[in-house]
């Protein structure tokens, strides 16, 4: 496809982008660190308030639910009335939501609070991510979108940090801990004043004069709305991405991404539990060896960003999904397993699924065009946090039949996710948005694919 010589998918990677990054990746550190924190608030949280196992599970699951309802309402709504507005309004519902949890005194008011939480950090998802994807350029697209969401598990080895400092705080610790997430939405909401709206999306709307200012005011004057030649005035519907070339696309995204965040969400809501399961007791375990697992994630993360840009997206979803579930089978099929190699293998399973779970913001960033990007984003996350929040509720009642059970179902997920990126996984490393977005073609999974009609279904 021919482009312009100044073609913003091409311009150089200037500090704008960089800060642009570091102030989307606050979104997933937050939701790291507050899907996190809540399972080392129930060792606290679940005498203080004498929860029963259904209301253990509720517990955790809110938040996972809120984000199912903040993905499927507002992608829609940022690709309606722009990522701008969306990017500070979504952190002040958050910070607000999470320092009234502190006060809550009835169950029934921490889980309603929790999924409000879940609500904000749901839409942060599609209006982060799809304003980052629509500045950047290809040739750093996925390294750069991926950082953001390896800043996930950032938060939850923070987490575990925090309620480590916090757990002598007496039997009110985890209203502390579930106000503290509080303090990093602050934090983002003033970092993020003053970004620009996506010309893309400006363009997308019919407001050339807008996306012009804007264009000029990142890239400088040798840059004009004429470098985003592809970029026209097109309606946002909500049911585009159900239709035909997206639905294959959409149903993709959900499958892996849910197979994903089921066995990822379980470590990290219960690890601890997992942990003494196998004999790890005591803080240094319990805190300690958490900690050490989430901090695993973000290791895993590094090689993750060099391979994305090397091998591509696909090969790099494959085998990480082939590690992972070996890692969580080995400890779940060999009887009396001791407590070392159960540690080893979730330290593998940590690290394999740190390396490519950031593909889960960067794939319907690139699959999507603008008019429905966020929208994408959020009906991926949406529905990979169905799946997610029943693995989380039905969590406590497996462990009740012994972790081993627990960590065969998550080998189980893995699987179906190699399955379907096998067959349906696409390759978009090194195209322009305009090529991997394309409405009428689809992209072949080699390491250089070319475009191809994609056929009637």
Known sequence: MATSKHSIDDAPLTTFHKKLTAYSSGGPFIDGYALTIIGIALITLEP????????????????????????????????????????????????????????????????????????????DYPIATSLLTEFLPRRVRGRMIGSTFVVWAVGAAAAYLVGFALRDFGPDAWRWMLASPALFAVITLLLRLGTPESPRWLLSKGRTEEARVAIKTVYGDAYDVTDLPDERAVATSYWTVFRRPYRKRTAFVAVFWTAQVIPMFAVYTFGPDLLES??????????????????????????GLYLVERIGRRPLLLWSFVVAGAALLIPAVIPG????????????????????????????????????????????????????????????????????????????????????????????????????????????GTAHPELIQEPRQ
């Not at 809120?66 to 952190?91: E, N, P, S, W």
Request: proline fraction near 3%; charge should be negative.
């Open 337 to 444: 397993v001791p407590g070392w190699l159960f540690f080893a293998a979730l330290a593998v399973f940590a690290i394999s699924s740190g390396a490519s779970n950031f593909l889960q913001v960067v794939y319907p960033n690139e699959l999507f065009p603008t008019e429905v990007r966020a929208t994408a984003v959020g009906v991926g996350t949406a529905l990979s946090r169905i799946g997610s929040a029943l693995g989380t509720y039905l969590m406590p009642f497996a462990l009740q039949l012994g972790a081993p059970t627990a960590l065969l179902a998550g080998a189980a997920v893995t699987l179906i996710g190699f399955v379907v990126t096998a067959a349906w996984g696409t390759e978009t490393r090194g195209r322009s948005l305009s090529e991997t977005s394309a409405s009428g073609s689809e992209i072949g």
């Open 48 to 123: 203080s308030m004498a929860l029963s196992t259904t209301e253990v599970g509720l517990v955790g699951a809110a938040s996972l639910v809120g984000v199912f309802v903040g993905g499927a309402v507002f992608g829609y709504v940022t690709d309606k009335v722009g990522r701008q507005v969306m990017y500070i309004a979504d952190l002040l519902v958050l910070a607000l939501t999470s320092i009234l949890t502190a006060f809550a005194t009835d169950v029934w008011q921490v889980l309603v609070l929790r999924f409000v939480l879940g609500v904000a950090i749901g839409a």
């Open 278 to 303: 196998f004999g790890l007791t005591g803080d240094a375990n319990t805190y300690g060896g958490s900690t050490l697992i989430a901090a695993l994630f973000v290791v895993g993360g590094i090689p």
